[in-house]
């Protein structure tokens, strides 16, 4: 795992720091978390500062298996965490949409039903994306969050997605709720708050970025930098806000498509896969039209009292103000990260790429003309109107090309 290029800069200041890093084997599912007896011996003698961020994070999870690794587990870290002779914290990662049911969320633990055990930390990010500076500019190795929807519309696949486009996109760059994590372990360990602190880790209420901005910057670097092997070209829209329209979109563009490579490929005998791949993005689209089509506010009063804590050379090794953050350059890192890191794809193939898309638009013109064709011969053999409109038409045609020609032999 450390000779992944999320640590190349690591190994290069510190050739050795594999050496301090002791894996233990565990599962939320099982007992114990799945610890032997050996390893829980040297977390319980050993450990003073615990981060929990272990998690699902699908959306559709089924309420049994969300339950048992969301709440259970937690429960599990703390019950282990309290056996701990040298714990001075315990840093739990949430989510910001943890009380989505509010349109304003401020910075507390808010009752409910069920009690919690007393946490030392909560750490609330948003919607987590790429990197944004560490270890590098648009780092991410997984399809959660926006990166499975930039390759689907960068591929060509996703024609049509339900989304406000004024609704803010409270997307965060990974780095900085795990900076967050490090400041606000640092901060309770020397000041030891007697309250449950909660930090919101989000972008939107201090640096907003809509849905329909990461749109236009989206489409127009797809172009720039393609995806490899696009199954159509990107189109020009894919944000839609009214339902109608949207569910006529995914008709034209998403089912018959499916329906129609499918039926081809069961007659030449390869394996149907459209259908099930468009099954799949629709579940997926419909559990995320929840987040783009609202807009929340967080309160932020706790962040920014940390951050006054940090020195100035802190703030610059642990950057959790995202004030800064330019969303145009992040959102192509971002795009530019799925394609390097998630595809595996390669700068070099580029030109290759940009040329599928120019072959994809060539055939496209080519098929429209001909329906266009085809459609206007059918229209002519049946109706007159049509035919004499056809021969209107022709006759206008050849009077400009002769006209064209009187002037051109012309001499000034």
């Known amino acids: 795992m450390f000779k992944e290029k999320i640590f190349e800069e690591l190994r290069r200041r510190s050739p050795e720091f594999g050496t301090k890093v002791k894996p233990i084997e565990g599962d939320m599912m099982e ?56 714990l001075d914290l315990f840093v739990h990662v949430s989510t910001a949409y943890a009380n989505c049911d509010r349109h304003y969320i401020e910075e507390m633990v808010y009752p409910t039903p ?26 991410i190795d997984n399809y959660n969050g926006p990166s499975g929807l930039y390759i689907a519309a960068g591929k060509g696949l996703l024609r049509s997605f339900k989304a406000d486009t004024d ?10 709720p795990v900076n967050m994590m490090i400041a606000t372990a640092w901060y309770t360990v020397l000041t030891k708050p007697k309250e449950v602190l909660v930090y919101h880790c989000t972008t939107g209420g201090i640096n907003p970025f809509t ?41 034209i563009s998403h089912l018959l498509p499916a329906y129609m490579i499918d039926g081809f490929n069961k007659l030449s005998g390869s394996r149907p896969i459209m259908v099930d791949m468009y099954t799949k993005l629709h579940k997926t689209m419909d559990v995320l039209n929840f987040f783009t089509s609202r807009s929340w506010e967080w309160t932020y009063t706790n962040n920014d009292s940390l951050t006054q804590k ?16 330019h969303w145009p350059e992040y959102i192509e890192n971002h795009i530019l990260g799925t394609k390097l890191y998630v595809m595996n794809e390669d700068m070099a193939g580029v030109p290759a790429a940009r040329a599928h898309l120019t072959r994809l638009r060539n055939i496209r013109y080519t098929f429209n003309t001909v329906m266009v064709i085809a459609l206007w011969r059918v229209l002519i053999a049946r109706s007159q109107i049509a035919r004499n409109l056809w021969q ?19 001499k000034p």
């Open 31 to 86: 007992h114990n978390l799945g610890i032997g007896d050996e390893d829980a011996e040297t977390l319980r003698n050993n450990v003073s500062i615990v981060f929990h961020s272990a998690a699902t994070v699908k959306f559709d999870e089924p309420m049994r298996l969300a339950v048992e690794m969301n709440v259970i587990a937690v429960r599990k870290m703390i019950s282990l965490c309290s056996t701990f002779t040298k």
């Open 114 to 139: 069920v009690q919690p055990q007393q946490l030392i930390e909560l750490c609330r990010p948003s919607i987590v994306g790429a990197s944004w500076k560490e270890p590098f500019p648009g780092w």
């Open 167 to 176: 609704a803010v996109a409270d997307i965060v760059p990974v780095d900085i």
């Open 211 to 251: 849905w329909g901005e990461l749109e236009s910057i989206a489409l127009k670097f797809f172009w720039k930098t393609p995806f490899e092997k696009a199954f159509r070209r990107p189109t020009s829209t894919v944000l839609r806000s009214n339902s109608l329209v949207h569910d006529y979109w995914v008709f």
């Open 310 to 325: 940090l020195n100035s050379q802190d703030r610059k090794t642990f950057f959790i103000d995202p004030r800064s953050l």
């Open 392 to 410: 209107f038409i022709l006759a206008l045609v050849l009077k400009f090309v002769r006209f064209t020609r009187i002037t051109s032999s012309v």
